[in-house]
């Protein structure tokens, strides 16, 4: 968009177009790409999307803003909707046993041995050294020392 702006700054007659693969890409909700859109037509600069229902080029006034506009409160509405049906969909999830978020590095083993060290003495940075995670995208590497701070931290807030 910066570069788009440059361009059109010092050739102003000439026709910069702005290329996105599609509209989803250039911002988050209605009102970010209608101020997006508001800041192509005041640089005069079109947009092009190459894939999409509104793939073509768009001059930023007329009739380009108005279905800019009009694809942006569905492109709002269509990702509240997906957002709501996530949230529906977490309660009966975690009744059939799946649980949200990252995989757990440590595992009920890792934390046993973690505090039967801890409870011999060792300290917490000689115990992370101790460690190997075993699943995961982190397998076979140390976890951190924050994350043996954690284990221990987890078992006296239970004990309390």
């Known amino acids: 968009m910066d570069l788009a702006r440059t361009i059109k700054k010092a050739v102003p007659h000439q026709r910069v177009v702005f290329t996105l693969h599609e509209m ?6 209605a009102a970010e790409l209608l101020a997006i859109a508001d800041e192509l037509r005041h640089h005069d600069i079109q947009l092009e999307l190459l894939t999409g229902p509104l793939q073509g080029v768009y001059d930023p006034s007329g009739h380009g803003a108005a ?3 009009f694809f942006a409160g569905m492109a709002e509405s269509e990702r509240e909707y997906i957002r709501e049906k996530s949230l529906e969909g ?5 009744e059939r046993g799946r649980q949200g978020g990252r995989p757990k590095a440590v595992d ?3 934390a046993a041995y973690a505090r039967s060290l801890r409870a011999n003495g060792v300290s917490v940075p000689e115990i992370a050294r101790n460690l190997v995670i075993t699943s995961g995208k982190n397998q076979g590497k140390r976890p951190s020392v924050a994350t043996v701070y954690r284990i221990l931290a987890e078992d006296s807030d239970s004990t309390e």
Do not use: H, T, Y
């Open 90 to 94: 977490q309660p009966s999830a975690r």
């Open 67 to 69: 279905l800019f506009a």
């Open 108 to 110: 009920d083993d890792m």
């Open 24 to 29: 989803k890409r250039l911002g988050r909700g």
